[in-house]
């Protein structure tokens, strides 16, 4: 039976070639985007009152660790390098698939509570099939859109086993993977690959082909201590294995020079600004990528490090780099500059149409328009903390919170309604959520209420 949803009355923000609507009306038939228009008048349909509303499309979070959603917070003051030696060498030993199950799905429905719709899961603490299948299975459960990146656990070598940087990923269970999940509307599989700057050149030549051969996106961590194979990315140049299957994230050990080389390739760049200025990465790769023509999908990263929302990740990049560029001016000229470098409208393209690009799917989701997947945030706006609205899109990006996301919807289906996540009853969900996370930071002797190991 058809289903039609009538969204009444927004100021809609489309991101998309249409163009703004200080008010309209957007209709929804089945997962699908039929029309936005000023006014539409339409039998049968579910009509939603949204006046007051900013609707705007859903966030794409770039990039995310959901395994640690169990430990928020207790990474929060670590930089990057005891981030490696207590998360990976340490806490991350301890997750059974339970414990990866749980965490997953707290996190996707937490994502979904903010007003993403569609969340990079780059799950790299899955030391067997059963950890995986825990993942994937979570990412399911919780209605939201998802990529599952497929990565490898990064423990400290034991004695007469190869260390993590010389293993190549595991291809079988890629395929293992493919075959299970390979067409389901809301999930795809990609590999989430150590890459040059984590492996020898040989394991990265092997991960780079495989996923070229099964037609997937290799997304890998660039920058954090000193690189494994320094002259990897120029033997994959000439392997010919880079393009726009390549997503690096962070990059910042990247040069002026690999990172021209790299844009003009078609690959992709996810930065996490909050957590790379927190741990010790440095500086986004965003005005780097500007002055290229190109901009940055952003994803949260850590939920052990800090907040789970997308806006707020938008807000930081925006600021951080409107910083720079101001103090650079101010270096040449002596003075502020006379109109500011980013508009509050790229930055909210950056958790949108950026990340659909970054997964390949901008002709699916990442704007509002008819024959796109209904992928949408209803954002109050009549509230106390949004009054008046001049520019919705301003608003949104510097004014919104999570207390203004109303409703959620993922290919046509409310995942959020009123304020409210539809069909989660989340008293035992977190009372499973905080019981696993206690049993991991007690298992690695840390201290439950100053995030030390004794």
């Known amino acids: 039976m058809t289903q039609r949803t009538l969204i009444r009355g927004a100021s809609i923000v489309t991101m998309d070639a249409q163009g703004d609507l200080p008010v309209g009306d957007l209709l929804v038939v089945d997962e699908t985007i039929e029309a936005i228009a000023p006014r539409l008048s339409v039998d049968g349909a579910q009509v939603v009152d949204a006046t007051g509303c900013i609707l705007v499309p859903g966030f794409v979070n770039a990039h995310m660790h959901t395994w640690q959603t169990a430990l928020r917070g ?19 030993t301890v997750f059974g698939p339970e414990d990866l199950r749980i965490a997953t799905l707290a996190g996707a429905l937490n994502q979904l509570n903010c007003g993403t719709t569609t969340l990079v899961d780059w799950c790299h603490n899955n030391p067997t099939p059963a950890h995986s299948d825990a993942a994937v ?16 656990p990064k423990p400290d070598p034991q004695p007469g ?10 291809r079988a269970e890629i395929q293992r993977l ?4 390979q067409g389901r509307p809301l999930l795809s599989v990609h590999a989430a690959v150590l890459g040059p700057h984590y492996s020898t050149l040989e394991v990265a030549v092997h ?40 997503n690096i994230v962070h990059g910042h050990a990247l040069s002026d020079e690999q990172l021209k080389r790299f844009c003009g390739l078609g690959m992709s760049f996810s930065a996490a600004a909050e957590n790379e200025m927190t741990q010790g990465h440095g500086h986004p790769l965003t005005g780097r990528l500007r002055a290229l023509g ?25 600021g951080v780099q409107r910083s720079l560029d101001n103090e650079a001016h101010r270096a040449a000229h002596g003075g502020i500059p006379d109109t500011t470098s980013i508009t509050t409208r790229e930055a909210l393209a950056w958790i949108t149409v950026e990340g659909a690009r970054m997964l ?29 609205v001049h520019d919705p899109v301003s608003a949104v990006v510097f004014q919104a919170t999570l207390a203004n996301i109303d409703s959620v919807m993922v290919a046509g289906q409310w995942r ?27 298992a690695m002797g840390m201290g439950a209420s100053n995030g030390v190991f004794a």
């Open 74 to 92: 207790v990474a929060a003051n670590w930089t990057l390098l005891q981030y490696f030696r207590h998360m990976h060498a340490g806490l991350a």
């Open 137 to 152: 299975d979570a990412l399911l459960a919780s209605g939201i859109r998802a990529a599952f990146f497929h990565g490898t």
């Open 161 to 170: 086993q190869a260390p993590f940087w010389e293993v190549p990923h595991p």
């Open 178 to 181: 493919l075959k299970a999940h």
């Open 207 to 246: 991960d780079f082909r495989m996923a070229r051969d099964f037609g997937l996106i290799a997304s890998l961590h660039q920058g954090g201590g000193a690189a494994r194979a320094p002259e990897g990315w120029a033997q994959l140049e000439a392997l010919g294995l880079l393009g726009e299957q390549i």
């Open 294 to 318: 190109r901009a940055p999908s952003l994803g949260v990263d850590l939920e052990s490090v800090l907040g789970g929302d997308m806006i707020t990740q938008a807000r930081i990049a925006l």
């Open 360 to 388: 390949r799917q901008l002709h699916r989701i990442g704007t509002l328009a008819p024959g796109k997947q209904a992928d949408l945030v209803l954002i109050r706006a009549d509230s106390l903390n949004m009054q008046p």
């Open 416 to 442: 959020k309604r009123a304020g409210q996540l539809v069909g989660v009853d989340l008293p035992p969900l977190l009372a499973a959520l905080r019981a696993s996370g206690e049993k991991i930071t007690r």
